[in-house]
């Protein structure tokens, strides 16, 4: 058996076995203003519910370990003592995953990831519409668990307001396990899925996603395309070149008898089977055969 001591070991790589071990973990999906009422959204996987009387959550923005910033929820919190976590279903992953990029200072991730703001009504940060369960929370405590990168912030939560979207509720109104279809984190880009086992999301951390707000219009609002594949289709750095959608389509007999006959309906079912397999740059190759 192989036993570490963890003081020994770089932080990443403790990071890496704690999250490997520890699982799977529900996953807060934190709204917070800014003291300027700007809107943020991150999803963080450190997170529980620990009181009924009074109704307790805690989850816990860690400082980075690259180099021991603060994350914006963070500072947020510490100004304003408001957050609304939101429950993370399957159909929202992709979008989640999205808004977890690093924008910059005031980028709303709600546009970004292509998530509906919705008001609360005894807090300041709007909810996630998307989400199944939303919890209006007032923070009581932030407690700092260290000061170097990794460090833990525990921030104490007092759900003030729920709001249940009534779909997910069984015959006697109680929360439906299998309708409210939650996901949870894993170690490395893996995630679980209630009764459906794993399946994996790559961490959007190398690059900076167009976001869904910069998919073009007749794309974003296809009635064929999901939220989760509107999510992959914004999480690419930029788009392929005129260059390499030609050569994509000279290449692929398929693609060429679908746009003989116009029919952008079957173009966007293509372009899903694509994103399916994880192929997001064929996606768009396909997605912009007829620009």
Partial sequence: MLSITPSEIPTAKLHGYLLGAVGPRPIAFASTVDE???PNLSPFSFFNVFSANPPIMIFSPARRVRDNTTKHTLENVLKTKEVVINIVNYDMVQQMSLSSTEYVEG??????????????DLVTPFRVAESPVQFECKVIKVEALGKEGGAGNLIFSEVVKIHVDESILDASGTIDQHKIDQVARMGGNWYSRANMGLFEVPKPLSSLGIGIDNIPEEIRHSSILTGNDLGMLGNVEHLPSKEEVKEFIASNVA???ILSGDNKEQLHKKAQEFLHNNEVHSAWKVLLANK
Avoid: V
């Avoid at 980028?107 to 609360?120: D, H, P, Q, R, V």
């Fill in 36 to 38: 300027n009422g700007r």
């Fill in 107 to 120: 980028e709303n991730e709600f546009i970004k990831a292509g998530l509906t703001m919705l008001k609360s």
């Fill in 255 to 257: 693609i060429r008898s």
